[in-house]
């Protein structure tokens, strides 16, 4: 008899059962496949591992701008690249696995079903708890038209295991997935071509980081089709092609299929349970994280919304204080995220067109990278810094490209996470030279008192 039986050990499931052993439940796990979710295995750690030597290759690229001379030839090697990719994933996943253990949590394998309320089976076993927290997770959204084939057809799985740079990667979707390896692929010298159906590049951004990030793209040669929708993809030995509105066709040795996640809810014996799910199969959950049967709750990537890592962890451990009864409600509003293309993106809270949506008193502050003597000093002055807020002073986004943004935007999460205002950060110092003063100058915008950049008319 455990208190609490998790459903899944990706980073929802397994944070959760870390912090209620450490809350003093006894726990059960059960994972029918690795340890660590898809952000571990095939997502956040090994996208980020690949971009990082896509970053390195771009640096030494660029060695003359900085007064060092490189020899010999400089040529990605996308097996060995692959190879350090894996052996840092499997380097995180071991490091959990041993937290699991030591931590005398009972990880059971196999794929679990729930019989009731307070009882999981796994094959010919079931497990009894108090408490069941269901962390199932998602898997890439397919399309009509465009099965995965893992040849030539590729989910986000595929691309991250490629042993070959591709001539021409074809990418459907210009979502985060999309472009994240858009850009690596690119950095690595493939042509790169992304279709979008929408109008813009990733277009659940701000339409400023859209326009900033399609700069970008263009740069690096990388060609992107807005508004267009793809009619199918014919796959061969050795290419794919595209096919598009008025019979035309793109060619490609690769087509890789970004189009989101779809939950993996379905066939877990819920729907006889009576748990409320959405249409695409989110479950529907509280703000506390519990379901609609009681000693049921829910958290990650199967609740839809923000479907991140960082929030499937907040969302695993709130399950947990609600079911310690302590209830712990986790502010969206002020959680971070960053999208790793180069450069990288950090956003928090509302975009400009959302704030106005809900608002009439709505200011902008803006500051671009290039005239941070920071950003001029490392050779990275692409991007810029943009705050919403109310007039009041109330902080209600923040949306960054550019180096470290990712990094940077943590700092405005933190303000808007504590309530404090603009008047709040009058006297407050910024470091120099940093990258962080990027944010005060965009802040001090929102007054007309950002003096490094030229007095808005």
Request: aromatic share 4%.
């Amino acid at each position: 008899m455990f208190d609490l039986t998790v459903v899944g050990a990706g980073p929802a499931g397994y944070v959760a059962a870390l912090y209620a052993v450490r809350k003093g439940l006894r726990v059960a796990l059960v994972e029918k496949s690795l340890v660590g979710g898809v952000c571990m295995n095939a997502g956040c750690i090994p996208s980020k591992a690949l971009i990082a030597s896509a970053e390195t290759l771009g640096r030494i690229q660029r060695a003359a701008e900085f007064g060092i001379e490189v020899a010999g030839t400089i040529r990605p090697h996308l097996p060995a690249i692959m190879s350090r990719k894996e052996k840092i994933v499997d380097g995180v996943r071991r490091g959990v696995e041993t937290l699991i253990h030591t931590s005398k949590i009972a990880l059971i394998s196999g794929e679990a079903r729930v019989i009731a309320s307070n009882k999981v089976s796994i094959g010919d076993q079931v497990l009894e708890s108090q408490h069941i927290l269901l962390a199932m997770g998602s898997v890439p959204a397919t399309l009509s038209g465009f099965p995965f084939s893992g040849k030539r057809v590729l989910s986000t799985d595929h691309i991250l295991a490629l042993q070959e740079i591709p001539r021409h990667l074809l990418v459907l979707g210009s979502g985060p997935a999309g472009l994240e390896m858009a850009f690596f692929y690119a950095q690595l010298g493939s042509q790169v071509t992304v279709v979008e159906l929408l109008p813009r590049a990733l277009p659940m951004e701000d339409e400023s980081i859209s326009k900033l990030i399609e700069r970008e793209m263009k740069k690096r040669r990388i060609a992107f089709l807005p508004n267009v929708q793809s009619r199918g993809v014919e796959e061969e030995a050795d290419k794919v092609r595209l096919h598009l509105p008025e019979g035309k066709v793109l060619e490609g040795d690769y087509l890789f299929v970004s189009v989101g996640r779809a939950i993996c809810s379905r066939g877990t014996g819920l729907e006889e349970l009576g748990v409320n799910m959405a249409p695409k199969g989110e479950i529907l959950v509280d703000k506390f994280m519990r379901t609609s049967a009681d000693g049921i709750y829910a958290a990650g990537d199967v609740i839809g919304g923000l479907m991140l890592a960082h929030v499937a962890s907040a969302e695993g451990k709130s399950a947990v204080d609600s079911i310690l009864g302590n209830p712990s409600q986790i502010r969206y509003e002020s959680i971070p995220w960053g999208i790793f293309t180069v450069p990288e993106i950090g956003r928090v809270g509302l975009t400009e067109k959302e704030a106005r949506e809900r608002y009439h008193n709505v200011r902008v502050g803006r500051f671009p990278y290039r005239a941070l003597g920071k950003a001029m000093a490392i050779g990275e002055t692409s991007g810029e810094a943009k705050i919403v807020t109310l007039s009041s002073g109330e902080i209600l986004g923040a949306h960054i490209i550019g180096f470290s943004a990712s990094d940077l935007v943590q700092e405005i999460s933190v303000l808007m996470q504590s309530g404090v205002k603009l008047d709040d950060l009058a006297h407050t110092v910024f470091a120099h030279p940093t990258l962080s003063e990027v944010l005060k100058e965009a802040l001090e915008d929102l007054e007309g008192l950002s003096l490094h950049q030229l007095p808005k008319s």
